[in-house]
């Protein structure tokens, strides 16, 4: 369909056509209102506060009027959206794209408001026992050597902060060569630039002990402060992590459909992100069910959370079935397949942006 035919279906404005007949945006020729070549319409570009307002709510009720749309199929016909679309009829929707970045700030937005990390009750209760105890940072301070304070921390049962410990290297063949836990960076470059060229630590481990020198000093001053600037961080990761396992949750779907050779990559992806979507949604329905049943004390409200959190498992069996228009049997291992894949996928990406915000904070 040519272009200027795609825009006149879409609603033609009332603004005033340009006597010349050049595309102020390609300048291209054209005979019509539309460019032919880009699409801009042929229109005086100064525009009245009264063309403004009309475009806009036009624009809106357009909008809205797909949205609500696309949610009605999407909730009500599990699989419907991505066959649509696959299949080309797809005017009457929302672009999938736009709308998982629509849902997904949305969901995000109100995601943030729930959670709330000032609440979390870190500070001093979290300090570690070491850091508790005067007797022990006596001894230490009395201590001669580097193993005199390795065996008086050998000797305190600490296991749970490995922050503070002291290790020896005794494989090392530099003579009287400790490896400590420095408490400063200079105090690590110092100890380096004393050691030979070959004996100093390598760029990776040199900036595995920087990391930890700055998270230990972090630790002893404002341990409170760090443990809630980390769990900050990994929150407001999520949105990142979730658009990383998109493709690769994709690829599972292509990887497990592998011998139905009329779905492309790209069709398992918009699969994906109309089920992405349809979690979004749903979630939040899930935080406003409990908003207004912390508000109003509606207990007979508190079956739906559960109904919340059991429907989706029956939502995704039957959008794999519907889309993919396979048998029963097949359908189910490849859900059980798919639902383990996935978790292990989630996991190693929740992990690794675990170690990633540590390291980063």
Known sequence: ???????IKKGVSHSKIRTEKICLNCGTETTGRYCTVCGQENI?????????LTH??????????????????????PGYLSREYMIGRRASYLDPIRMYIFTSAFFFLIFFSF?????????????????????????ISKAKSARDSLEILRNYNNAANPFVKINVDSSSKTKGHTNLMYHTLEAY???????????????????????????????????GVFFRELISNFIHNFPKMLFISLPIFALLLKLLYVRQKKFYYVDHGIFAVH???????????????IE???????????????????YPFIYYYKAM????????????LKYILLFMLSFIVMLLIFISGAVFTFIET
């Open 189 to 223: 470059d110092s100890s380096q630039k004393t050691l030979p060229a070959e004996k100093r630590d390598g760029w990776l481990k040199r900036r595995i002990m920087t990391r930890i020198i700055v998270i230990e000093h972090r630790l002893e001053k404002e341990q």
């Open 321 to 332: 079935r519907r889309f993919y228009n396979q048998g029963k049997g097949k359908t189910i």
């Open 56 to 77: 806009f709510f036009s624009d809106l009720t357009h909008f809205d009027g797909k949205f609500f749309i696309t949610v009605k199929d999407l909730f009500a016909k």
């Open 275 to 289: 089920l992405y979507i349809f979690s979004f949604l749903l979630l939040l329905v899930y935080f406003g069910l």
């Open 44 to 52: 005086e570009p100064k525009q009245t506060v009264w063309h403004l």
């Open 292 to 310: 207004l049943q912390s508000k109003t004390g509606w207990h007979w409200l508190s079956w739906l959370p559960l109904f919340i959190f059991i």
């Open 115 to 139: 959670v709330d990390v000032k609440k979390i009750p870190l500070g001093d209760e979290a300090k570690t026992e070491i850091q508790k105890d005067p007797d022990l940072k006596e001894l």
């Open 1 to 7: 369909m040519p272009v200027s035919l795609f825009l």
